[in-house]
């Protein structure tokens, strides 16, 4: 169950983020209005949610799952390597010190890498190698997480941003996959459903308590969600896809 849900506000300088996308400049206004109906959904879902404020030095920190990993038994800070979006990292210590104790606070200080390439499978994670993501990072990562009994699994990614672009875990065993991550061995116990390639940025939807964030207007991954048992709320996110953003970077949730 997640309890808790940290966003941060997009700031105007968003229309400067980092993109690969082709497809405009974001409409900042709109979203805004994306925002807010990102955190009713999260509320929807059980989830109290805290809400930074912008920052407009830094145009890529709305997606706050890159800074940090959150466990049930640590927060892991983490260190970007997109040079420009490396200092958000500071930011978000503060907020997680109200929900973790110092001690269960740690800290990436050796290589590089960005909470989208982690995948949180129960105690097990899957980490993507990836263009922000090493493999001193990973090494670091895993250290960590075996500190606490957790445990970890390095994934090679190519031809997308992070490891979440292209997969995603529901429960329940379910996994969504897109491209290059389709029939991967690495994910052959799970019970996986290939997305198809015009609904690829729908691979990155967001389980919560029970329910399923699914980006809007991909029929084809909402139904196939659907018919797996979950509830789902569509909810728009066009305009951080315009930076390479999806459901699940917007938000930390433990
Ligand atoms: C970036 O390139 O860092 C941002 N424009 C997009 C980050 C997306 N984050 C994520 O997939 N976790």
Redesign the pocket.
């Known amino acids: 169950m997640f309890r808790n849900v940290i966003v941060r506000r997009p700031s105007r300088s968003m229309i400067e983020?980092?993109?690969?996308a082709d497809l405009g400049l974001p409409d900042y206004d709109l979203a805004l209005r994306q925002h807010d109906q990102y955190i009713q959904a999260m509320e929807a879902c059980g989830a109290k949610v805290t809400v930074l404020p912008a920052m407009e030095e830094y145009?890529?920190s709305c997606?706050v799952?890159?800074v940090a990993v959150v466990t049930p038994k640590c927060a892991i800070i983490t260190n970007?390597g997109?040079p420009s979006?490396n200092g958000e990292k500071a930011y978000i210590v503060e907020a997680l010190r109200a929900f973790y104790p110092e001690e269960n606070i740690e800290y990436i200080t050796e290589g590089t890498i960005?909470?989208?390439?982690v995948m949180m499978v129960g105690d097990h994670y899957y980490v993507g190698l990836s263009r922000?993501t090493n493999e001193a990072g990973f090494e670091n990562f895993r250290r960590i997480l075996e500190k606490y009994g957790m445990t970890a699994t390095a994934v090679p990614v190519r031809g997308v941003?992070?490891l979440?672009?292209g997969v995603d875990y529901l429960s329940d065993n379910r996994l969504l996959a897109a491209g290059e991550f389709i029939g991967q061995p690495v994910f052959s116990q799970f019970d996986e459903t290939p997305i198809a390639p015009e609904e690829a940025y729908a691979v990155?939807c967001l389980f919560v308590n029970g329910k399923v964030l699914v980006p809007a207007g991909f029929p084809k991954t909402e139904k196939a969600v659907r018919d797996m048992g979950y509830e789902t709320i569509q909810i728009d996110t066009s305009e951080?896809r315009k930076?390479?953003?999806?459901p699940?970077?917007l938000s930390l949730r433990f």
């Open positions: 983020g980092i993109t690969t145009p890529d997606f799952e890159d970007p997109a979006r960005e909470g989208g390439d922000r941003l992070h979440k672009t990155n951080y930076i390479d953003g999806g699940s970077c």
